[in-house]
T-cell receptor
Framework: EAQVTQNPRYLITVTGKKLTVTCSQN?????MSWYRQDPGLGLRQIYY???????DKGDVPEGYKVSRKEKRNFPLILESPSPNQTSLYFC???????????????FGPGTRLTVL | AQSVTQLGSHVSVSEGALVLLRCNYS??????LFWYVQYPNQGLQLLLK??????LVKGINGFEAEFKKSETSFHLTKPSAHMSDAAEYFC???????????FGQGTELSVKP
C-alpha cells in the first residue's frame, strides 16, 4: 500500500530537549516536504527536498532542520524546541516537480507535538 | 504575495442540504488548484484537482468544483450533505509548474442531523 508514515504520532516534550520526527514514504517519490498546521493559518511549509541531499527552506524554517540522506526518509529535527513550535506536523511526498498535472501529493497521518 | 483565500472558517449545513465552500486565488495566470479534506485525527486526502483541462472537476465522495477564471474562484460543492462529510477542507494552489503547494486557511464543515 502506498503510504507516508510518520513517527511518533503524539509527542509531549520540554523546552530545549532535542527531538526528531521521522517520515518515510514507500512510493519512490523524489519530492518530500514538511508542513505545520495551526488553527486559522492552514498548512505552512517548513522545508522541502527535491531529491537526495537537496533540501531548501519553505515559509517557516526557523527552529527546524531536515536531512535527506536516503530517498525514502526525510526526518524533521528540532534542535532546541520552544513552546511556539507546539503544532500539528505533516510530512508529504510527491513524485516530482515536472508533472504537476498528474502528481498527487500524499500526506502522512500527522504528528501532534506539544512543547512545554 | 501569491495566496489563496477560503471564505468562512466554519460552515454549518443540515444533512441533505447543499454544501458550498469558497476558494479564491490571487493570480492573473490560472494556477493548478486542489481541494483536500482532513477528517478528525487524520492526514489530508485529495478530493479533486484542476489542471487546465475541464473547468468542472469531479472528485471523490460526490464533491465537485468549478474553475471560474473571471472570478478567480474554485468553489467546492456537493448537492446533498451527509453526516460523514463533517471535516476540515483545504483549498490549495500551485502557481507555476514545479512550484510549491500553497494552502488556504481551511474551512471546517459541520453537518447537522
Amino acid at each position: 500500500e502506498a503510504q507516508v508514515t510518520q513517527n511518533p504520532r503524539y509527542l509531549i516534550t520540554v523546552t530545549g530537549k532535542k527531538l526528531t520526527v521521522t517520515c518515510s514514504q514507500n512510493m519512490n517519490h523524489e519530492y518530500m516536504s514538511w508542513y505545520r498546521q495551526d488553527p486559522g493559518l492552514g498548512l505552512r511549509q517548513i522545508y522541502y527536498s527535491m531529491n537526495v541531499e537537496v533540501t531548501d527552506k519553505g515559509d517557516v524554517p526557523e527552529g527546524y532542520k531536515v536531512s535527506r540522506k536516503e530517498k525514502r526518509n526525510f526526518p524533521l529535527i528540532l534542535e532546541s524546541p520552544s513552546p511556539n513550535q507546539t503544532s500539528l506536523y505533516f510530512c508529504a511526498s510527491r513524485k516530482g516537480l515536472g508533472s504537476v498535472n498528474t502528481d498527487t501529493q500524499y500526506f502522512g497521518p500527522g504528528t501532534r507535538l506539544t512543547v512545554l | 504575495a501569491q495566496s489563496v483565500t477560503q471564505l468562512g472558517s466554519h460552515v454549518s449545513v443540515s444533512e441533505g442540504a447543499l454544501v458550498l465552500l469558497r476558494c479564491n486565488y490571487s493570480s492573473s495566470v490560472p494556477p493548478y488548484l486542489f481541494w483536500y479534506v482532513q477528517y478528525p485525527n487524520q492526514g489530508l486526502q485529495l478530493l479533486l484537482k484542476y489542471t487546465s483541462a475541464a473547468t468542472l472537476v469531479k472528485g471523490i465522495n460526490g464533491f465537485e468544483a468549478e474553475f471560474k477564471k473571471s472570478e478567480t474562484s474554485f468553489h467546492l460543492t456537493k448537492p446533498s450533505a451527509h453526516m460523514s462529510d463533517a471535516a476540515e477542507y483545504f483549498c490549495a494552489v500551485i502557481y507555476n509548474q514545479g512550484g510549491k503547494l500553497i494552502f488556504g486557511q481551511g474551512t471546517e464543515l459541520s453537518v447537522k442531523p
